[in-house]
């Protein structure tokens, strides 16, 4: 099939309060490849999406169509000149069917009247062209993730998409899932699609991309040939230098006087009697597969869920089930979606890095202002937070800047107990590194760490102790160094394997 050049920017430059974010980008999708676009987190990858999709304007630089320039000030004007974004989330109504979904916006009516039949007649044809897995009438609330995504593409094809981005598409999916959208894409290019696909997921921009664009401080530094695209040589063009990884290993000094047991907790029918016990000064990882209560487990020791039946204790006190009194005695959480529980899009980075501790930044019920600002300018550079502007709301950040908002709000608190969930979830490699080192000296600290995480290298590499749940209950357990990702899908499978502890 001959590859032609569909979208196309030159030049692109964006600031933000004085800051350039993107310098001079360059950037080419041809028909039929999927062409990767990788960086660091605020590396510049989500300003110029949200610049060929209309949502921001670019200050200097053009964008071609097929070779002519366009002029794209809104999403409407990208959506007209064939470019479609599928955001890492989902922006289907799940109440709607599939047929409803994709006509959302521009649906058939007959004197005012919703054509359900003529919708589902359209849709079907679309299904059968691309095969699908998908029935037009199915409820989107019903449908798997996988199937979700299907739906979002499918809406970007009935537009006649000439151009499919897709931002962090697997971020959500179990790996069966992740299998579908792979096979989808490569339909889609074989029939000509041009795709630009932006993950933190290296290991499959290596099995899935045929060109990689790699951004870094909003630059363009270079593009590979699917040839030359080596995990050694990405990694190096990502960062500007050698990863270095703090991979030796330090058994963890435990803090006698820090713990928290939990008893026979139930909640729903997802938990089930679940007892386990974890001390200050240890990183303990609960692994285990979606479904087996990880989530709820933590939200009800952390006071987001109130349990059935059980009991909670740190250091020997009932905690309380109030998410405002564990904060108080040193309690802190990083939840599984940020977008929907670790922050609040509108307000500014120093608002959301703050609004923990207003209890500390505040007097009478007046917020002191200079020491707030102080505190937030000192927390950006701490965590290198990027772009450092303490006003900027932060939804304009990118995700791995936003992860960093939502832990460093934590860590700058004196903790006893630091609960996180997905931690590092669409972040990339060299902002991993930071937050590996962030969260191993809070546990040097003395204060007690768990993670729960699907990345099972990160629980064998990061972790002291790794519980898995299965089926709402603590299964097996091992110690650093004694479980293969093998081992761990096995338990998590609910097989007792040789060199787990049954618990």
């Known amino acids: 099939m001959e590859q032609n050049t569909v979208l196309q920017t030159r030049g692109i430059c964006k600031q933000f309060n004085g800051i350039r974010v993107l310098k001079n980008v360059d950037l080419e999708i041809r028909s039929g490849e999927v062409h990767a676009l990788i960086g660091e987190n605020g590396a510049g990858k ?121 931002d962090e598409p697997t971020s ?59 995990a050694h040589v990405v990694v190096k063009m990502m960062i500007g230098h050698e990863v270095k990884h703090s991979d030796d290993y330090a058994k963890p000094v435990i803090n006698e006087g820090m713990l928290l047991e939990v008893t026979n907790l139930a909640y729903k029918n997802i938990l089930k009697d679940v007892c386990f016990k974890a001390y200050g000064g240890e990183i303990l990882g609960i692994s285990g597969l979606v479904g087996a209560g990880r989530t709820e487990l933590i939200k009800c020791i952390y006071g987001v869920y109130r349990q059935d ?3 909670i204790l740190l250091n020997g006190k009932l905690i309380s089930k109030s998410v405002r009194k564990n904060i108080r005695i040193g309690f802190g959480f990083v939840p599984e979606d940020r977008l929907a529980e670790g922050f609040a899009p509108l307000l500014s980075i120093t608002r959301n890095l703050l609004i923990a501790s207003y209890d500390v930044f505040s007097k009478m019920g007046f917020v002191l202002r200079r020491k707030e600002n102080a505190h937030a300018e000192q927390l950006l550079t701490d965590f290198d937070i990027r772009p450092p502007i303490k006003n900027l709301p932060v939804s304009n950040l990118s995700g791995g800047n936003q992860q960093k908002v939502v832990l460093g709000r934590w860590l700058s608190r004196k903790l006893k107990v630091l609960l996180l969930d997905e931690p590092t979830a669409g972040v990339d490699v060299g902002v991993k590194e930071e937050m590996y080192g962030y969260i191993r000296e809070l546990a040097r600290q003395g204060a007690i760490v768990i993670i729960v995480s699907s ?42 394997t040789e060199i787990g502890k049954a618990i």
């Open 172 to 230: 959500a999916l179990t790996a069966a899932e992740t299998e579908i959208l792979f096979d989808t894409i490569d339909t889609l290019k074989k029939k000509g699609a041009a795709i630009l696909y932006v993950s933190h997921r290296l290991d499959e921009i290596y099995r899935i991309a045929d060109r990689v664009t790699v951004m870094r401080d909003g630059i363009n530094v270079g593009m590979l040939e699917k040839s030359e695209i080596d």
């Open 455 to 496: 990345d099972l290298a990160e629980v064998r590499r990061l972790c002291d102790r790794i519980l898995v749940m299965y089926g709402g209950r603590m299964f097996e357990e091992f110690g650093h160094g004694e479980a293969s990702q093998a081992s761990i899908l096995t338990a998590s499978s609910g097989v007792h």
């Open 46 to 166: 989500s300003t110029i999406i949200k610049i060929i999709s209309g949502v921001y304007s670019k200050d200097e630089g053009e964008i071609l169509i097929e070779g002519k320039p366009v002029s794209i000030h809104s999403r409407n004007d990208s959506t007209s000149n064939g470019i479609s974004v599928i955001y890492q989330e989902l922006s289907l109504i799940p109440a709607l069917t599939v047929a409803e979904n994709i006509y959302l916006g521009h649906e058939i009516t007959n004197f005012g009247v919703l054509n359900q039949r003529a919708m589902n007649k359209e849709v079907h044809k679309l299904i059968e062209k691309y095969g699908f897995d998908l029935a037009p009438g199915a409820r989107v609330e019903r449908l798997s993730m996988a199937k979700r995504q299907l739906v979002e593409i499918l809406k970007a094809l009935s537009e006649e998409a000439k151009v499919i981005i897709m």
């Open 309 to 311: 039946r059980g009991e």
